[in-house]
């Protein structure tokens, strides 16, 4: 028996640029709630790709800061929309462990899939 593929609508995609994400994340044995929000094209962070003659270390610094911003730029989305559960700002960020920000960023990025993540 086959199952059947759940599928995304356009309205479903699009609506998520104005829906606030949350989830828990666990670190260091305790949870922290995390929220963003889905950015469109014009939202993104802008910044100048680097040539290709650039040493491999500048192109990877240059996308580790791209990806930084970015993630930086979903959560100041999702804190404007639902500023009573922000608990990540821009004024915190830098000062939060390196660990714990590589785990938030991989969650928001999709890159880990939290077991009860929820879209609403």
Do not use: H
């Not at 491999?56 to 500023?83: C, D, F, H, L, W």
């Amino acid at each position: 028996m086959t199952e059947e593929k759940e599928m995304w609508t356009i309205d479903e995609l699009v609506s998520m640029t104005d829906t606030v994400q949350q989830t828990d994340i666990e670190w260091q044995g305790k949870s922290l709630q995390i929220q963003w929000c889905e950015l469109v094209e014009s939202e993104e962070p802008k910044l100048e790709i680097p040539a290709d003659d650039v040493p491999e270390a500048e192109q990877t610094e240059y996308y580790k800061k791209v990806a930084g911003e970015r993630v930086m730029a979903m959560i100041k989305k999702g804190n404007e929309k639902s500023p009573d559960t922000a608990t990540i700002s821009s004024d915190n960020w830098g000062s939060l462990p390196t660990t714990l920000r590589w785990n938030i960023s991989s969650v928001i990025l999709g890159a880990a899939q939290p077991e009860n993540f929820t879209n609403g």
